[in-house]
């Protein structure tokens, strides 16, 4: 029995799905980052998603196959996705804000399309480019940034710079594997490596939940539930099925999920020019989606013939 779905649409609709749920994280990851610090947080939040990993595991099948040759890999995945990806980006907040970093992390997709086309020979359109640099623009408005924070600590730029080029890692490597296992298999293969990773700090930084208040010790539970079982499975298997750099583009809508969410359980204020730049994200990230599926589909069609 496997967890695998592989219609395009039903993947693209799932890709939105986590983004928002991905959106949420911000906000619950500042709340527990009051608590934990960011080493920490991403050890409860993969040792819950662990948990839910294995159980659903020994339902499914018994099982635990890996090659030799894998082993490096998969390491590797962890390392960049689940360790320097949300260390950096939880660390990044110590030093700058939401508003900053999630402006940072919306270079995710470009960077993508950079790498496919330096190192796979894939060269993106013109309007693809310039997709992704009004989506930026636009994320700007969403989050209202002053520009005046944009002088802010340089340690947080650079931390936001490594989350940037690790997710990219992630991608390209994950999107390796995935020919060589299930979608359930190399989600919780990835999240022991990164217990293992994680296991020497967290040896020596014991974490006090005794005196955590519920709401870390909640959020921590949601984060590894949702935000990492949950999400990573669904991200792995689109990750098969659509490639890095389409699932890397999904990183853009995530600041409007926030403002979205922050509005709704915070209260936060909505000007009509956060909307705005709202509805430049979507129509601009729909768009260079829609070219890179046109360009893929020319690619495989190039290829065949």
Known sequence: MKFHFKSTKLNYIFMSLI???WGLEFIVAKRALDEF???????MKYGVAFIVLFIIKLIVDHRIIVKRKHIVPIFVCSLFGDVIYYVGEYQALSYISVAVLTIILSFVPL???LIEWG??????????????VVCVFGIALVIGVDLSQLRGEAFGYILGGIAVVAWNMYNFFTERLTNDFSVLDLTLYQNICTLIL???YIVTHPPALASATAAAIGGAIYLGTVSCAL???IYVNAISVLGATPCALFSTFMPVTAAFFGFIILKES?????L????????????????????DARAREGASA
Do not use: E, H, N, Y
Request: hydrophobic content about 55%.
């Open 19 to 21: 983004v928002c749920l």
């Open 37 to 43: 610090d960011p080493m920490t947080l991403v050890f």
């Open 111 to 113: 960077l993508s399309i």
């Open 119 to 132: 190192f796979f020979g894939r060269r993106p359109s013109l309007l693809m480019i310039v997709g992704v």
């Open 198 to 200: 994680l296991s020497p």
């Open 231 to 233: 999400c990573f499975f």
């Open 270 to 274: 909505l000007t009509p020019l956060q």
């Open 276 to 295: 705005f730049g709202g509805a430049i994200v979507i129509a601009s990230a729909c768009l260079v989606l829609r070219q890179k599926r046109r360009a």
